[in-house]
């Protein structure tokens, strides 16, 4: 391999291999829908996040609606973490993706936004 080409292979790998910021969450603000998985099971859930990071929403378990309700916060180090009625852990926007992985490493959620 040639000096230019191992410079380039590294410069490459170290491109992909930079971390990205997490968003502010003021830019999860919105309407989102997906899937939850709580002690009670997984269902479909809706989310309502305000500017601020407060967020209630919905999941729906045998027919009942159940309420979520929380906040998302983001720390002095930059992560982000959630903290709600269904337990914490972390928040990441992975592409269109808002996903919520608890503490626990059983709970959590995954959300697109929603369509008008």
Not at 16 to 23: D, E, L, N, Q, W
Not at 33 to 56: I, K
Not at 64 to 81: I, N, Q, T, V, W
Not at 89 to 100: I, N
Request: aromatic share 6%; charged share 20%; glycine share 16%.
């Amino acid at each position: 391999m040639t000096r230019v080409a191992a410079v380039f292979l590294i410069g490459a790998v170290s491109a992909g291999c930079a971390s990205v910021a997490p968003p502010d969450v003021a830019s999860l603000a919105g309407e989102w829908q997906g899937r939850v998985v709580t002690a009670r099971g997984h269902t479909a859930a809706r989310l309502t996040v305000a500017a601020d990071g407060r967020y209630e929403g919905t999941a729906f378990f045998d027919g009942a609606e159940r309420p979520l309700h929380g906040a998302l916060m983001k720390l002095s180090d930059g992560r982000l973490r959630y903290v709600g009625n269904e337990g914490d852990g972390t928040v990441t926007l992975e592409g269109e993706r808002l996903r919520l992985r608890g503490n626990d490493g059983a709970t959590g959620g995954v959300f697109l936004r929603a369509r008008p």
